[in-house]
T-cell receptor
Framework: AQKITQTQPGMFVQEKEAVTLDCTYD???????LFWYKQPSSGEMIFLIY??????QNATEGRYSLNFQKARKSANLVISASQLGDSAMYFC????????????FGGGTRVLVKP | GAGVSQSPSNKVTEKGKDVELRCDPI?????LYWYRQSLGQGLEFLIY????????KSGLPSDRFSAERTGGSVSTLTIQRTQQEDSAVYLC?????????????FGAGSRLTVL
């Protein structure tokens, strides 16, 4: 079985500052993928970043970076230079063969960027 | 089409009625997923289709829920004898394949309200 935990239900961040969203996971799979999605108030799910369990480097995509600590089973998302448009729900998710390759989501973290 | 298309976008029905929700995935995507998102909650996995393989139905909450995927493309999620607790947004997603870094692209969702 695989499980994703996001312990921060909500957080405020000042515009232009960085914010770290926590994500821990549990799996018996030796090979798995970790994803982050953003869901603004409009409801659409927007893919942000992906990290493979065997990737040597931490993933980065523009202002998004993933702090992957395999031994700790954590995959925290870092958003640098926050913008007002970053206000949204953020979901961490993972996919592994043992769980039939379906994407399992955490409960999400709501981020509100203050001007 | 360019994205995942879902219809209807909104559906209001009376308790006890049957509803059908449709998903048209991105052309060429072999994997198709259905998720349910209740208000303010995370995404709950329902069912997953991959090519011609038997679908993974492990997330369907009761036998009132069923889904089919015809010709490896369009999928229909059917809820029979709807209950008020079925009220949620039903999200469909597709991807090129089931494993690895293949990103799930989500549709805009079908919001179901059961009165």
């Amino acid at each position: 079985a695989q499980k994703i935990t996001q312990t921060q239900p909500g957080m405020f961040v000042q515009e232009k500052e960085a914010v770290t969203l926590d994500c821990t996971y549990d799996t018996s799979d030796p090979s798995y993928g970790l994803f982050w999605y953003k869901q603004p108030s409009s409801g659409e799910m927007i893919f942000l970043i992906y990290q493979g369990s065997y990737d040597q480097q931490n993933a980065t995509e523009g202002r998004y970076s993933l702090n992957f600590q395999k031994a700790r089973k954590s995959a925290n998302l870092v958003i640098s230079a926050s913008q007002l448009g970053d206000s949204a729900m953020y979901f961490c998710a993972m996919r592994g063969k043992a769980a039939g390759n379906k994407l399992t989501f955490g409960g999400g973290t709501r981020v509100l960027v203050k001007p | 089409g360019a994205g995942v298309s879902q219809s209807p976008s909104n559906k209001v029905t009376e308790k006890g009625k049957d509803v059908e929700l449709r998903c048209d995935p991105i052309s060429g995507h072999t994997a198709l997923y259905w998720y349910r998102q209740s208000l303010g909650q995370g995404l709950e996995f329902l069912i997953y289709f991959q090519g011609n393989s038997a679908p993974d139905k492990s997330g369907l909450p009761s036998d009132r829920f069923s889904a089919e995927r015809t010709g490896g493309s369009v999928s229909t999620l059917t809820i029979q004898r709807t209950q008020q607790e079925d009220s949620a947004v039903y999200l469909c997603a597709s991807s090129l394949a089931r494993a690895g870094a293949n990103v799930l692209t989500f549709g805009a969702g079908s919001r179901l309200t059961v009165l």
